[in-house]
């Protein structure tokens, strides 16, 4: 059989019915009587005769037709049925759109309200996700790198907003972690942000003595929103009382030791 080309497949008209013009390898053209011009590789698949659509003329050419066949070739010969493959691909891919940055974020807040956050609390985390969301809100969470974030960050560090810059980064990780806890990520793209951002000038404070002040800190530590490690070593303070660097080179057996000596 003659090799066919490109010329002999645009020139087919419609009949009164649909017909077939075949190609090679499974691969064959439904002319329907609208004048529709179709793509379908025939094939089998455990003992069953199959269709898979491959695209429309001459949107899909005869080039990219013939390469679509060979792709679902590759797949039988690894025993994987190309039309479940495709539909798995769509669900991905529905999948995907549908688990945005912002709808993962829409339920880690719901999730924080639920447990019973500050209202005030709540609406300082909705200030700096509606950041987020205005730039990369509607993109699947999964596919958001650690460039993209680090450029929305910028933009708050060139109106000399430096320490909110690092807050809004720390709310950011705080949806990732979601995401992967959720099966929506595989991981947290801000933890490779780390000295990227432009450190806060950090003002030291007095002592705290005042029972009340003494209150409002803790409250603080309790809503900090920045790495958990951080966060971790925040909470820990306060009941160990040692200096910060204590804290960051202390080893578990000096905890071993204080639960011993209780």
Do not use: C
Not at 78 to 98: F, Q, T, Y
Not at 158 to 187: D, L, N, P, S
């Amino acid at each position: 059989m003659p090799v066919k080309n490109d010329t002999y497949f645009r020139h087919l008209k419609a009949g009164e019915k649909d017909y077939k013009r075949s190609d090679s390898g499974g691969l064959f053209m439904l002319v329907t009587k609208t004048g529709s011009k179709l793509w379908r590789y025939a094939y089998n698949f455990d003992s069953k005769q199959k269709l898979l659509a491959l695209g429309q003329y001459p949107v899909t050419s005869l080039a990219d037709a013939r390469i679509k066949r060979d792709d679902a070739k590759k797949l039988l010969g690894e025993g994987i049925d190309p039309s479940v493959s495709r539909k798995e691909e769509r669900r991905s891919a529905r999948m995907a759109r549908a688990n945005t940055f912002e709808a993962v974020a829409k339920e880690l807040m719901d999730k924080s309200e639920a447990e019973g956050d500050a209202p005030k609390t709540l609406k300082k985390k909705q200030w700096l996700l509606d950041f987020a969301n205005k730039e990369f809100g509607k993109r699947p969470i999964a596919e958001i790198k650690a460039p993209e974030i680090l450029d929305a960050l910028r933009k708050i560090e060139k109106r000399g907003r430096h320490e909110t810059a690092t807050r809004a980064r720390g709310t950011i990780g705080a949806v990732f972690r979601f995401a992967i806890a959720t099966g929506r990520a595989e991981r947290d793209p801000t933890a490779d942000l780390r000295g990227a951002l432009i450190t806060p000038t950090v003002t030291h404070r007095a002592t705290i003595v005042e029972p009340k002040a003494v209150g409002a800190l803790l409250r603080a530590i309790d809503g900090f929103e920045g790495h958990a490690v951080t966060r971790y070593a925040l909470k820990l303070a306060p009941l160990v009382f040692v200096r910060p660097g204590e804290l960051r080179q202390a080893e578990w057996a000096e905890f071993q030791t204080l639960e011993l000596s209780r």
